[in-house]
């Protein structure tokens, strides 16, 4: 606090000084201003204190008070709301928060001052004081004095504000005139961001721990919960998905994220476009978030909300988190345990958890979550990588040692096969090429046939009895079945009514035992975008016929035409002497390339035998 110190000098005549640190900070420069007369001393002690321990504006040292040439548009607070004005970019409630951070964190430090250079003006252990004022708590010099006490910030949340401050003092510095010639905010020593700090804003949750959660959660937030769990979209994101939002991208359930809930400079909440650029995206889900989507579109327009709150309109973030979150943490507390106390938004840390865990890119996780830079999937999951250490080393011994395996994560990859081409396969008798491809008898997920099993449930599709060992699994097939013949249906509107009932699977039903000769599913069986082509050549190489390249979604219980490979070939004589030449795959590209090798090595196949090649 500013002070008065009294001296007699050597001529009897008593002088007046008024002492303070800058700021009022103990590690505050010493500054200090001499007077005759012991009223004007307590009336500029007054006027330092009442400026936060700082030179009152348009006092020079050792002459007073002279005329104030800054301009009122300089003055803090007037400059930093036109500088926010000014901004673009930005959406309307973060231009409102802005300005409301300059009112409430602001300005109680910096509204007596300039921005501009010289006495009066902001310094950097002005701003370096209101960095540790935010860290403590502490009062605000021109606060009022019945306020409530002030919020301790977390690190974070300073140096978010802090480069607020920062972009409002460049504007002066890049003025033109220029207002001063360097930014007080550019020496500023901030609160460390350490670990304790990340770990405190963002909790991943394990798997069970979600699903405690899940079990806890009232009916009608269920669905909502595990779309944002499954995604790891943003709550604005899937709370503003409409039916026209459902999609497919390469044969599987996918939804279309190009709009979110913002919110305007009044706070009333309106659809406007996602958070950036790439946050429009496409993000592919499974077939059961994919069914109940679907379900909770049926009869509604294509821009009406999936989600709704309980009276019929879009779910408020804070409503849901009063009503249906916390009580939901605090029942899985009591009842499972759970110590952990999540925001919805970490939901969405979690899914990136979760990915990385299951061994998936950055990059993908990047695209996954929208973020417009890979630096920030690596800022803040980065530390996850730790879980990779392993493959990270397998990787590394394979790739430096030729006679090492390849590590069992990369067997799907298509390395495997890369330095040698297509691998041959044992060749097959002379006949009807049929079958041949996979041998689908012992699955992983699946009970192979004959183990004993009971009750299953059996839906029919196509002509086929496919067992379940649950009905919720067969309940599943069967609407994602039906779903897409209904899709199919209406992409053909000439299809008979009767063609359209006949492509639609019937059950479960449940039977007490099964004796078929396939397995018994134990998970929903996978489904893949299958490319495929066919074609039949005389015996002197000339085709005979042939179809065209064609894709064509299959499920993993159809053994026959299903398939886990990038292209993958089949070659077989019939007993007319032509040959038949089968090619199917994952990769467009990579069948239409095996169909012609395919049929270059069927020209001069021997009678006697046939390949089978597959090219991973």
């Known amino acids: 606090m500013a002070y008065i110190q009294e001296r007699t000098r050597a ?48 006092w020079i040292r050792g002459r007073g008070f002279v005329q104030d040439l800054r301009s009122p548009e300089e003055m803090f607070e007037p400059f930093a709301m036109k500088q926010i004005e000014l901004l673009t970019g930005i959406q309307g409630d973060t231009r409102a928060k802005y300005r409301k951070l300059v009112e409430q964190n602001m300005s109680p430090w910096f509204k007596s001052f300039s921005v501009r250079d010289g006495e009066g003006g902001i310094t950097r252990e002005m701003v370096q004081t209101w960095v540790n004022d935010l860290e403590k708590g502490a009062a605000a010099p021109h606060d009022p004095k019945d306020r409530k006490p002030r919020t301790k910030y977390k690190p974070k949340t300073i140096a978010n504000q802090h480069g607020l401050l920062h972009a409002i003092l460049q504007a002066a510095v890049d003025a033109e005139p220029q207002l001063r010639a360097t930014n007080p905010c550019s020496f500023t020593r901030l609160p460390r961001l350490d670990g304790e700090d990340i770990d405190e804003e963002m909790v991943f949750l394990e798997r069970e721990e979600y699903q405690w959660i899940y079990e806890c959660m009232a009916e009608d937030a269920k669905d909502l ?104 943490i605090e029942l899985a507390a009591e009842k499972f345990g759970l110590t952990k106390r999540p925001r919805i938004h970490d939901l969405r840390h979690s899914h990136a958890a979760w990915l990385i865990a299951g061994k998936v890119p950055l990059p993908a996780i990047q695209a996954r979550l929208g973020h417009e830079s890979i630096t920030t999937t690596v800022d803040r999951y980065g530390h996850l990588l730790d879980a990779l250490d392993e493959e990270v080393v397998a990787a590394v011994e394979w790739a430096m040692d030729p006679t090492a395996p390849l590590p069992g994560f990369l067997l799907h990859s298509g390395l495997a096969d890369a330095p040698t081409g297509p691998p041959a396969v044992p060749a097959q008798r002379s006949g009807s090429s049929q079958g041949g491809w996979n041998d689908a008898t012992v699955l992983e997920g699946a009970q192979p046939p004959g183990q ?128 038949e030449v089968q090619v199917r795959g994952l990769d467009e590209a990579a069948v239409a390339a095996a169909f012609d090798q395919a049929c270059a090595r069927a020209q001069g196949a021997s009678p006697a035998s046939a390949d089978v090649v597959a090219a991973a």
């Open 225 to 328: 919960s595990d779309a944002l769990a499954e995604t790891g979209a943003r709550w604005g994101e899937v709370t503003a998905l409409q039916p026209r939002d459902l999609r497919r991208r390469n044969g599987r359930p996918a939804i279309r994220i190009q709009r979110a809930w913002k919110r305007n400079e009044e706070g009333k909440p309106y659809l406007g476009a996602p958070k950036t650029k790439k946050s429009r995206r496409t993000v592919v889900i499974t077939w059961k978030l994919d069914t109940m989507l679907r379900r909770r579109s049926k009869g509604k327009a294509p821009t009406d909300l999936i989600f709704t709150g309980p009276e019929g309109g879009r779910w408020d973030a804070g409503t849901f988190r009063r009503l249906r979150w916390v009580p939901a």
């Open 452 to 579: 004993p099993t009971n009750p299953v449930f059996v839906v029919t599709v196509d002509g086929r009895e496919v067992a379940f060992a649950a009905r919720g699994l067969a309940q599943q097939v069967a609407d994602q079945w039906n779903a897409d013949a209904e899709l199919a249906a209406a992409a053909a509107p000439g299809l008979a009514a009767e063609e359209v009932v006949q492509g639609k699977a019937s059950g479960p039903l449940e039977r007490a035992s099964w004796e078929g000769p396939s397995a018994v599913w134990t998970r929903v069986p996978d489904r893949r975008h299958v490319y495929y082509r066919w074609a039949q050549l005389q015996p002197d190489g000339e085709p005979a016929a042939d179809s065209m390249l064609q894709g064509e979604l299959f499920w993993e219980f159809e053994e026959e035409t299903y398939t886990t490979k990038a292209a993958e070939w089949m070659i077989g004589h019939q007993p007319d002497g032509t040959v």
């Open 11 to 58: 001529d009897g005549e008593i002088s007046y000084t008024v002492r303070w640190r800058a700021g009022g900070a103990r590690g505050g420069k010493g500054e200090s201003e001499v007077f005759t007369d012991p009223d004007m001393a307590k009336r500029f002690r007054d006027l330092v204190s009442g400026h936060g321990e700082q030179w009152p504006p348009g």
